[in-house]
């Protein structure tokens, strides 16, 4: 059973980079695209963007210039990236495994709450 | 971008049947990408209860069926338990290359 666990700081300054990384455990990192999809408060799940061991991506337009996802094999992670960071971006972030091609998501981190405030 | 729309709530007595609609346009489920369906409890990953519009992961009760005719789709619990008080997503891919998730349906169970 796999299992995926949010890391990373939970405050960040405006305009500043949000980083974080999620772990995978249980399972091989190559089968997969690995997803990160965000909630902010009060509103409805907001898929971020993907990336796949080959380094292929796939971002939602309206992130995709802050964006970066990339995957590492050696540590079983992947990580998000997000540039220039605003109040909008303040928002409870998961992990999740991406079906290639399927287009859902079948296993998904706890998530971490990243708040964005000076 | 494109939306996924769901009613905010519905609600039901124990062992009732409620149904949750996500309408969507010819750019999404219109289009004929596939539908999906996700528990979220609050405080705890969202989980997988129906991919391919119609099917079951393993450990999802069969009181949990979707469905999907032209650019809309819903999501049918019967029987309905209290443990099944959640927000329930659809999500669907967009022609726009983008994931897309419906607004969410709070489920009440009175």
């Known amino acids: 059973q796999v299992q995926l666990q949010e890391s990373g700081p939970g405050l960040e300054k405006p305009s500043e980079t949000l980083s974080l990384t999620c772990t995978v455990s249980g399972g091989s990192i190559t089968s997969y695209f690995w997803s990160w999809i965000r909630q902010v408060p009060g509103k409805g799940l907001e898929w971020i963007g993907y990336s796949y061991y080959t380094g292929t991506t796939n971002y939602n337009p309206s992130l995709k210039s802050r964006v970066t996802i990339s995957v590492d094999t050696s540590k079983n992670q992947f990580s998000l990236k997000v540039n220039s960071v605003t109040a909008a971006d303040t928002a409870l972030y998961y992990c999740?495994?991406?079906?290639?091609?399927?287009?859902?998501?079948?296993?998904w981190g706890q998530g971490t709450r990243v708040t964005v405030s000076s | 971008q494109s939306v996924l729309t769901q009613p905010p709530s519905v609600s039901g007595a124990p062992g009732q049947r409620v149904s949750i609609s996500c309408s969507g346009s010819?750019?999404?489920?219109?289009?004929?990408?596939?539908v999906h369906w996700y528990q979220h409890v609050p405080g705890t990953a969202p989980r997988l209860l129906i991919f391919g519009d119609n099917k079951r992961p393993s450990g999802v009760p069969d009181r949990f069926s979707g469905s999907k005719s032209g650019a809309s789709a819903s999501l049918a619990i019967t029987g309905l338990q209290a443990e099944d008080e959640a927000v329930y997503y659809c999500q669907s891919y967009d022609s726009s290359l983008s994931k897309l998730f419906g607004t969410g349906t709070e489920v009440t169970v009175l």
């Open positions: 999740a495994r991406d079906l290639p091609w399927a287009h859902y998501f079948d296993s």
């Open positions: 010819y750019s999404n489920i219109g289009a004929g990408y596939d």
